[in-house]
């Protein structure tokens, strides 16, 4: 007799991955963000005051423009606390109408 693996049926609308898949997307995107924080792992982080005070602008601009592409995204330091790149910050003062996020044109 062989074993026959029984998934539950769920409608079209509640879709929910099981929760081994969820925990192995999970670890990727925690994989990424590590890979992508040591290959820079010498540079300074300028927190949202500091952004703030560089930039000249609120704190609502930065947070939309970060959402249309047009200024740097932060990183994640925890639960509730993100900084940026200085080297980022630097960039788009230098030119902050030419500035694309990565892999924009």
Same mark, same amino acid.
């Given at each position: 007799? +062989?074993?026959?693996?029984?998934?539950?049926?769920?409608?079209?609308?509640? %879709?929910?991955?099981?929760?081994?898949?969820?925990?192995?997307? &999970? %670890?990727?995107?925690?994989?990424?963000?590590?890979?992508?924080? $040591? !290959?820079? !792992?010498?540079? $300074?982080?300028?927190?949202?005051?500091?952004?703030? &005070?560089?930039?000249?602008? &609120?704190?609502? +601009?930065?947070? @939309?423009?970060? @959402?249309?592409? $047009?200024?740097?995204?932060?990183?994640?330091?925890?639960?509730?606390?993100?900084?940026?790149?200085?080297?980022?910050?630097? $960039?788009?003062?230098?030119?902050? !109408?030419?500035?694309?996020?990565?892999?924009?044109?």
């Amino acid at each position: 007799m +062989t074993a026959e693996l029984l998934v539950p049926l769920m409608p079209a609308g509640n %879709v929910e991955l099981p929760q081994a898949e969820a925990a192995n997307i &999970h %670890v990727a995107a925690q994989a990424r963000a590590s890979a992508a924080r $040591r !290959t820079r !792992t010498n540079e $300074r982080l300028v927190r949202i005051g500091e952004v703030l &005070h560089r930039v000249g602008v &609120h704190r609502g +601009t930065i947070y @939309k423009w970060i @959402k249309e592409g $047009r200024f740097p995204r932060q990183i994640s330091l925890g639960l509730n606390s993100c900084a940026w790149y200085e080297s980022d910050i630097d $960039r788009w003062i230098a030119d902050p !109408t030419g500035w694309r996020a990565p892999g924009q044109s």
